[in-house]
């Protein structure tokens, strides 16, 4: 397992259970996170070179759009992975400390029932509201023209489903599980032994901050090649509402690394885990800024 310091940054590249084991137990403040959802497509080292391959034919008809091939396995495999993840998450993280954890609409039960079985007290759902993703309902007429039926039948069956498509409506957001580490007495003596509990309640624009985070997707720069990139302003808003200066933020999947660049940014010090070698060289590039 190799690890690089970079200013108030440490970046342990290697898998996240084993780096996980690394650490002390209560000596994380906030966990922010976007784990891997077991995409169709993506092999279990979550190397996306199959998926971008599949991209090119992602619109030909028949074929299924990237990450939509609907399988209930992959909801039971995130959730049994997400279980172990959340067991460290629940022993390195102080008291009263949060966890916020990127899922979809139809993966975030799995993350919420692995987060409270693992012992956390699930607060809320959060919405990240973006500016659109990919529509990726399709029609049934491909299916339709290659049935073996009269032409007269095909016409009318392609005419009684106009208008109708398979159930994926066009995402324009993304939920975030906001779970809680149980707090070592109440929410003000568990502020006074650890400074964690309690959140940041700003007004902007004059109004309260709700469980809406509205943020537009991040323009794709040259630099940051990797599939999903979550915004910096965003991961900065949710840094500066659930920990306090100078304290540590954890993401164990670092990806290209954004939380860490938020977390240098709002002035914390941080913590990423990355097992795939090109990401940590990405992250380790941003981060660098800082320095
Ligand atoms: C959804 S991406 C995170 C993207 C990140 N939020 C960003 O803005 O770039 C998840 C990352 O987790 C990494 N990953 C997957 N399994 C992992 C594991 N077991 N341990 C550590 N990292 C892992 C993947 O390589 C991927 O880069």
């Not at 966990?31 to 090119?56: E, H, Q, V």
């Not at 066009?170 to 007495?185: C, N």
């Not at 004059?206 to 940051?224: A, G, H, L, N, V």
Request: hydrophobic letters at 40%; charged letters at 30%; a positive charge.
């Amino acid at each position: 397992m190799n690890t690089q310091k970079i200013g108030n940054a440490i970046i342990y590249h290697a898998d996240c259970l084993d780096a996980f084991r690394k650490l002390k137990p209560n000596s994380i403040d906030l966990i922010a996170t976007d784990p891997p959802y077991f995409l169709d497509g993506m092999d279990d080292g979550w190397r996306d070179d199959n998926l971008k391959r599949k991209k090119a034919k992602a619109n030909a008809v028949g074929g299924l759009p990237i990450g939509m091939k609907f399988d209930p396995e992959q909801g039971r495999r995130l959730q049994g992975f997400f279980s172990l993840v959340s067991n460290e998450a629940l022993r390195t993280l102080k008291p009263g400390g949060f966890l916020l954890a990127f899922s979809q609409g139809r993966l975030f039960h799995r993350m919420a029932v692995a987060a409270e079985d693992s012992g956390f007290e699930v607060r809320d759902m959060l919405i990240w509201e973006h500016n659109g993703g990919q529509g990726k309902a399709f029609t049934q007429n491909h299916f339709i023209r290659k049935m073996e039926i009269s032409e007269n039948e095909r016409k009318r069956m392609i005419a009684g489903l106009r208008g109708r498509k398979t159930p994926q409506l066009r995402p324009k957001f993304e939920s975030i599980l906001l779970a809680q580490k149980p707090k070592d007495g109440t929410f003000v003596e568990n502020w006074n032994r650890w400074n964690t509990g309690l959140i940041k309640v700003d007004f902007l624009l004059e109004c309260q901050q709700t469980t809406i985070f509205k943020y537009s997707k991040p323009i794709k720069e040259k630099m940051i090649d990797h599939m999903t990139v979550k915004p910096v302003d965003l991961m900065e808003r949710l840094i500066d509402v659930f920990c306090i200066e100078g304290q540590t933020v954890l993401d164990p999947f670092l990806g290209s690394g954004t939380t860490g660049v938020a977390a240098l940014g709002m002035r914390r010090k941080f913590i990423g885990f990355e097992v795939e070698e090109r990401y940590v060289k990405m992250a380790i590039e941003r981060l660098k800024k800082f320095l």
